[in-house]
């Protein structure tokens, strides 16, 4: 079965830099959309950003220009790397998984099939 494993997160200060890393295992990325996710305490989560199985990348308005989403495809890997960070970024992202057996050049935030466990990013000085 789909297993995916969040790695990277930690503290940082604010204005510093942190990459993600979501490890897929039982399927290739040519097959699924990986979509990064958060929640922080006492909000409702919320989409971050997501890649397609064809590569197609969308960002949340909030973090559109510092963050930036890329896939390995040899290593089964998705990465956020996460530039110029902000207290208000703190929270656990998760990344999960969506099927798009055909490929797609598109990407959402719903109908995710597989989720990761998360890990914790802690923005502060």
């Known amino acids: 079965q789909l297993q995916l494993v969040e790695s990277g997160g930690g503290l940082v200060q604010p204005g510093g830099s942190l990459r993600l890393s979501c490890a897929a295992s039982?399927?290739?990325?040519?097959?699924?959309?990986i979509v990064w996710f958060r929640q922080a305490p006492g909000k409702e989560r919320e989409g971050v950003s997501c890649?397609?199985?064809?590569?197609?990348?969308n960002y949340a308005l909030s973090v559109r220009g510092r963050f930036t989403i890329s896939r390995d495809n040899a290593k089964n890997t998705v990465y956020l790397q996460m530039n110029n960070l902000k207290p208000e970024d703190t929270a656990v992202y998760y990344c999960?998984?969506?099927?798009?057996?055909?490929?797609?050049?598109?990407?959402?935030?719903?109908?995710?099939?597989?989720w990761g466990k998360g890990t914790l990013v802690t923005v502060s000085s």
């Open positions: 999960a998984a969506e099927y798009q057996y055909g490929g797609s050049r598109y990407c959402d935030y719903y109908g995710m099939d597989y």
């Open positions: 039982g399927v290739t990325l040519d097959y699924v959309a």
């Open positions: 890649i397609s199985s064809s590569g197609t990348t």
